[in-house]
């Protein structure tokens, strides 16, 4: 059985190979304009994208043609000259909110109406968007006047499908895995796009390979979670699962596998600490195991009591695995600078514990000063960094453990999404205020307005965060992409686990149907191979 399996194995292997090959003389292929910004399109979102990075660069490249932004347009085609703005944006090119100005009315107030009717236009509008920068009004007039278009075009024929599941979360918003899940039956399905057999053979092959890899990881961290023994304390949450998951949606490609083991480690370390500091430990248990963090010194560990004791070893221990790994691995002693985000976690977890034992009522100002950094993004980003960079230097950890702005609007998104879905229940168990009862708090606003003014804050969140990652940002280069990613995609699992409710503290149903998709039920593949075209 076992050699059975091995030759399958490498039967699918030298499948893959051949119709990667295939897939980049595609991508390489002379073709018009339109269909190569489809195909490219097409290969991201069915999660092929990390394959082909340097192909699409240079098709990407080619297509500009060298002509400035602002000149270079589909006259007239609002889909393509959407789907281009997008796409460059979206691979770190510059391109101008000014490409959508000819679709816009004499005076500029807004876009034609002519343009309603206009099904494939408005969606890919849409989708652009959502990478605006911050101050660019004619991105912000377009994400209006698209979604408002398209609510009035829902249950329209062959693009409900699409409108639907645009109008319920936008492709830059979705981790890649899932929205390469639901891409794939789209692909099948319908005859919208300019569908390629071989391409969407190695989409599911692919698919199920990295899932492969997935299940081993978990596996592994599955088998070091129970050893620790803290999936028996019955205070904290025992969310291994959704941990992982979350990392694996951060950095998904295959050959980061040393990111996702470590970084689901801190992830639990986070959850369990933050637990200890919210619900079990009193406020001078709390201020000891601060000094504890703050000396990163195990000597007189004997005077924290016996369940928080285990836990700061669990956390000390965890964390000096991880440095051991960077020195043999990297050459570069680690920790130093995470004891240093440690240290802030356990100031902003002992502030906000303050906090709930004196009754005190912050303001929101206050309040994200120290759960944006509680929440835990800033450890979690940081371990993104050296676990996928070959290239460590003092200057640039020194820069991330200042927490730049990238890292700052990501882990706000992370704590205002997780806001705006736990708060009742988090207060129920005995918890903190959260940004929605501080500000109405604060201003005495209603519900339904404070969530209005979260929600604002997270789309600003965006579009700083987007300026930073998909423009010029000093952290930026070859050795940062996958960090500048992991940003992006930390706030993207974030908006998936809290869309529907707290799909973290209390994984809903919704958290376990992508659990069973990314990490259980492979793709269903046809038996024969699909002559290339």
Known sequence: MVNLWAMQEEKHMERVTKMKEDVKDLICSEMPRVEKLEQIDAVQRL??????????????RAITNGTTNRSWAFDGDLHATALRFRLLRQNGFTVEQG????????????FQESLR?????????YEASFYGFTGEAIMDEARTFSSACLENLKGDGVWS???????????????????ARWFMDMYEEDRLDRSNPVLLDLAKLDFNIVQSVYRDEVSKLARWWVNLGLNKMDFCRDRLMEHYLWNALMVYEPQFGVFREMSTKVTCMITLMDDVYDIFGTWEELQLLTTFIERWDISEIDKLPPTIRTCFLAMYNTTNEIGYWTVKDRGFNIIPYLHRLWVNQGKSWLEEAKWYHEGYKPSLKEYL????????????????????????????LEYLCS????MYCSSLILRLTNDLSTSSAELARGDNFKSLQCYMNETGA???????????????AWKQMNEDALGHNPCSGSGSRRFLGACLNLARASQLFYQYGDGHG????????NLRSILIQPVSIRVAATASS
């Open 369 to 396: 000063n120290a759960s944006v950094t509680s929440i835990g993004g800033h450890v979690v980003l940081f371990c993104s960094y050296f676990a996928t960079s070959d290239k460590l230097s003092k200057e640039t």
């Open 47 to 60: 999660g092929l994208g990390y394959h082909f990075e340097e192909e699409i660069k240079n098709a990407l």
């Open 446 to 460: 209603s519900e339904e307005a404070t969530r209005h003014h979260l929600k604002r804050l997270v789309r600003e």
């Open 117 to 125: 009717e206009d099904v494939k236009g408005l969606l890919s509008l």
């Open 403 to 406: 927490i730049p702005n990238v």
């Open 506 to 513: 209390i994984p809903d149903r919704e958290t376990k149907d």
């Open 161 to 179: 499908k699409r409108i639907d599941h645009a109008l319920d979360m936008p492709v830059h918003w979705r981790p890649n895995r899932l929205e």
């Open 99 to 110: 490409v959508f100005e000819r679709f816009m009315t004499e005076d500029a107030s807004g």
